[in-house]
T-cell receptor
Framework: DTGVSQNPRHKITKRGQNVTFRCDPI?????LYWYRQTLGQGPEFLTYFQNEAQLEKSRLLSDRFSAERPKGSFSTLEIQRTEQGDSAMYLC????????????FGSGTRLTVV | GQQLNQSPQSMFIQEGEDVSMNCTSSSIFNTWLWYKQEPGEGPVLLIA?????ELTSNGRLTAQFGITRKDSFLNISASIPSDVGIYFC???????????????FGKGTKLSVKP
């Protein structure tokens, strides 16, 4: 098991373009979370899946953001019509159930919108 | 979004010194966690605390879950250069009804260690 994998690690895009990130969780983990982290801040919760069902979305997740987890395995986070304020580190985490000690983060995708 | 109150914001210490940082919240949590994050990487779990009053150690790290369930502290003893990084506290509120279990983070404490 190689932990939580996120791709790409870095993405530079022009304002107005769409971007998609991928997260591959630890294989036996049924829960998958997306967080956003801006400079000087802690990660902030965006959304989470239990298996393939998206069960919670933060108010930070505007209608330009959409996340999917087909078949309850990998997940994608898409941002449409990117804005400069979307520049951040997007972190994915997975866990089995609610247990915090198995709550593992990926290395993140750094998005820069120019 | 909601964040916890974490202090201090940054620390510059000499190698060998002890470090203490803490986190407070206006809300109670079932679980307190402490993470370390290095540049360009995701947070890595250091210690998880599950019971009010619990004191847990992991090597040179010691953390406590406050009895009010609204605070926690982390101590690092005899700091070394590889302790450099940003330390985050996080609270988790969950119940057996299956709440989402997302984490609420502090803003972090940036630790610098002078050899």
């Amino acid at each position: 098991d190689t932990g939580v994998s996120q791709n790409p690690r870095h993405k530079i895009t022009k304002r107005g373009q769409n971007v998609t990130f991928r997260c591959d969780p630890i294989s036996e983990h049924n829960r998958l979370y997306w967080y956003r982290q801006t400079l000087g801040q802690g990660p902030e919760f965006l959304t989470y899946f239990q298996n393939e069902a998206q069960l919670e979305k933060s108010r930070l997740l505007s209608d330009r953001f959409s996340a999917e987890r087909p078949k309850g395995s990998f997940s994608t986070l898409e941002i449409q019509r990117t804005e400069q304020g979307d520049s951040a580190m997007y972190l994915c985490a997975s866990s089995y159930g609610q247990g915090a000690d198995g709550y593992t983060f990926g290395s993140g995708t750094r998005l820069t919108v120019v | 979004g909601q964040q916890l109150n974490q202090s201090p914001q940054s620390m510059f210490i000499q190698e060998g010194e002890d470090v203490s940082m803490n986190c407070t919240s206006s809300s109670i949590f079932n679980t307190w966690l402490w993470y370390k994050q290095e540049p360009g990487e995701g947070p890595v779990l250091l210690i998880a605390l599950y019971k009010a009053g619990e004191l847990t150690s992991n090597g040179r790290l010691t953390a406590q879950f406050g009895i009010t369930r609204k605070d926690s502290f982390l101590n690092i003893s005899a700091s070394i250069p590889s302790d450099v990084g940003i330390y985050f506290c996080a609270g988790q509120l969950w119940d057996y009804g299956g709440s989402q279990g997302n984490l609420i983070f502090g803003k972090g404490t940036k630790l610098s260690v002078k050899p």
